[in-house]
T-cell receptor, first 110, second 116 residues
């Protein structure tokens, strides 16, 4: 069974601060995705990382895939209230089924 | 390109009743996956359909069932509803399914089910 652990589970910060969310596993994934979900809506795909060590940037968001393809991080610079939401990582592995992390609930206070 | 459409968005049922939820995937997507989301359990995988065949199934009782039609639209059914079935049910479509190289999913807005 492939498991993905996300940390922290909850994060409340002030506007303008930086933050990092982690997604860790003992399993190797062929790719890893990050989603953001806002209240009352479904998750929206932010990015997919495929290559070990890969770094992708999406405006103020930086995503990194670990060299061994077992972990990933999401770093947000100068967080804004619009970044508030549930961040989910999901790994594609040998089970032909995505494995979702438990999520990080981010609240950015104005 | 239209996104994934789920109906109904909200519904209230009583214990013992049954419910059917509908999902229309993105045009051209052959895979539809269903998830149950609750605050305590997070996203729980129900099943995936690809070209009308159930490709994978999560660890849910037989009261939860689904099907996919030739136009890729999918329905899921929950019979003999229990209070614990109250949740957001999410449908997601994908061109190649979760077994594809990246397995990216495109989610609908969900159907919020409340069981009284």
């Amino acid at each position: 069974t492939q498991l993905l652990e996300q940390s922290p589970q909850f994060l409340s910060i002030q506007e303008g601060e930086n933050l990092t969310v982690y997604c860790n596993s003992s399993s190797v994934f062929s790719s890893l995705q990050w989603y953001r979900q806002e209240p009352g809506e479904g998750p929206v795909l932010l990015v997919t990382v495929v290559t070990g060590g890969e770094v992708k940037k999406l405006k103020r968001l930086t995503f990194q895939f670990g060299d061994a393809r077992k972990d990933s991080s999401l770093h947000i610079t100068a967080a804004q209230p619009g970044d508030t939401g549930l961040y989910l990582c999901a790994g594609a592995g040998s089970a032909r089924q995505l494995t979702f992390g438990s999520g990080t609930q981010l609240t950015v206070l104005p | 390109k239209a996104g994934v459409t789920q109906t109904p968005r909200y519904l209230i049922k009583t214990r013992g009743q049954q419910v059917t939820l509908s999902c229309s995937p993105i045009s051209g997507h052959r895979s539809v996956s269903w998830y149950q989301q609750t605050p305590g359990q997070g996203l729980q995988f129900l099943f995936e359909y690809f070209s009308e065949t159930q490709r994978n199934k999560g660890n849910f009782p037989g009261r939860f069932s689904g099907r996919q039609f030739s136009n890729s639209r999918s329905e899921m059914n929950v019979s003999t509803l229990e209070l614990g079935d109250s949740a957001l049910y999410l449908c997601a479509s994908s061109p190649q399914g979760q077994g594809g190289r990246t397995g990216e999913l495109f989610f609908g807005e969900g159907s919020r089910l409340t069981v009284l």
